[in-house]
Every structure is written in C-alpha cells, then in structure tokens.
C-alpha cells in the first residue's frame, strides 16, 4: 500500500523487521533506544500496551513485530510525528493493533480509563527543559525536552493508566537513574528489573532499561549488562545486539509470541 510522504519526509525500511517507517529526513528520527526498549518491553507480560511519548512510532512498531497479540496506543505531542506513526501503521497493515493520539502524557488521566493497560513503555527526557544542549531542529528539541511534561507527570500518568501489578518499561540515561528509583517508588511504582546498557566492555553504562510494577512488594533483580558494541574502530555490534536486531526480523518473527 502507498501513502503520501509529506516535504523532508522518507520511506525506510525498519530494522529488517518487514516492516517500513516514515521518518523525518532531518528532523526526529528513531534511534538504538527504541530498538532496545521494544526488545526490553517485549519480555514483558500483557496484552494491551501504552507508549508515552510515541515519537514516529518504531517502538510501538517493533513491539507489534514482536508480540502478535498485543494491542498498542500511543500518545504523542507533536501532530507530524503522530502522523507518521499513523501513516506507517497503515502502510504495513496494522491497523487495530497500532493507533496513536495527538496528546502529551499530562492528559493521560483525563482521556484513559484508570487500570486499562498491562504495559506502559517510554524513553522520557532526562534533563530539564532549559538544562543541557538542545538540538537545533525543532521537532527534535520537543521530543527529547518538550513542553509536555517531565518524568513525575508520565509516572502519573502510567500509574493511573496500568492495570494492579501491571508494568511499566523505560530506558533512561544512567546520569539520571538514582532520581528515576525515587520517584518510580514515590509514583507507586516498584522497581523490578534493571540492566545497564554499555556501548563497550570496559566503557561506563549510558543507559538503563527498568522495569517497575504497580502495587508490587520490594525486590530489584539486577541483570547482566548489555554490551553493545565489541570494538571501538568499526563499532561492530556485539553478540548479544545482533540477536536483539534479528528477533525483530521478520522470517524470524512469530505471530503471537516473543522470539
């Protein structure tokens, strides 16, 4: 099926997924976040998800790669990206499992029904509005410090949203990770799983994929780390990230069940 492309905007293949997406040709454009928290929220239980903050919807996409049955909605701001996401679901026919509204995650609570969801994913900002650098194109400086709220406003709005003992799965930069722990407990969130991602063996972690369940008792499991890549010259991805990129692809995809 065809779909028309709006100015600056290309038609790519996703991931080897079987799968195509409409990107940004300069603007947003999805990264290896979405990849890994799509492969980190599809070890997880539930049928039905929600993603905050869907961006042009690769997430969402690989998870529906992953999961033939589960269900996915997702919020996002910015009516371009919303767009591409719904354009992509049409182009690969997934209407009925993919659908997106033009909203920011503060207006959860006033459009969802509370206890609807068994699993929310996100990759929230971790710095401020006005901390850091921002990117000069617009449409990537709303995504990754954009008006609609910062981390306490999208664990509101996934506490009131999942289901009792429902998940939720993030990846978030490690520089962040002591407050993530806090307000994921003060939200009524508990921590469950953690794994730090590495870009090499001996580098610091960047990244932490966590997952926290609504109404659980105490307990962190700590798993293994992820290393991503095995040689700092030619940044060849490692063992384990092959493995990621190739559970997504689609003769190794099973309709209904994770690879």
């Not at 910062?150 to 002591?178: K, M, N, P, Q």
Request: with cysteine.
């Amino acid at each position: 099926m065809e779909v028309l492309l709006r100015p600056g905007e290309v038609l790519e293949e996703l991931l080897g997924s079987g799968y195509r997406i409409i990107q940004s040709r300069r603007g947003y454009r999805y990264s290896l976040d979405s990849v890994l928290l799509a492969h980190f929220a599809s070890s997880l239980p539930g049928r039905s998800a929600l993603e905050l903050g869907m961006g042009n919807g690769a997430a969402s996409l690989l998870l529906a790669r992953r999961r033939g049955e589960v269900k996915i909605l997702g919020l996002e701001l910015q009516e371009d990206l919303a767009s591409q996401t719904q354009r992509s679901v049409v182009l690969n026919g997934l209407e009925g499992r993919v659908s997106v509204l033009v909203a920011d995650w503060r207006a959860g609570p006033r459009l969802l029904s509370p206890n609807s969801f068994d699993l929310v994913l996100a990759n929230p900002p971790y710095r401020a509005i006005g901390s850091g650098r921002s990117s000069p194109r617009p449409q990537v400086a709303l995504a990754k410090h954009g008006p609609q709220g910062g981390l306490e406003d999208l664990l509101r709005a996934a506490f009131w949203v999942l289901r009792a003992r429902g998940t939720l799965a993030l990846i978030y930069h490690c520089s962040g990770l002591a407050g993530l722990i806090v307000s994921l407990r003060q939200a009524g969130l508990e921590p469950k799983r953690l794994r730090l991602v590495h870009s090499f063996p001996e580098s610091e972690a960047e990244f932490a994929l966590v997952s926290a369940r609504k109404g659980a008792r105490p307990e962190l499991k700590a798993l293994s780390p992820l290393i991503l890549y095995t040689g700092r010259g030619r940044r060849q991805p490692s063992l384990e990230l092959e493995v990621i990129y190739g559970s997504f692809r689609a003769e190794r995809s099973n309709a209904g069940q994770a690879v």
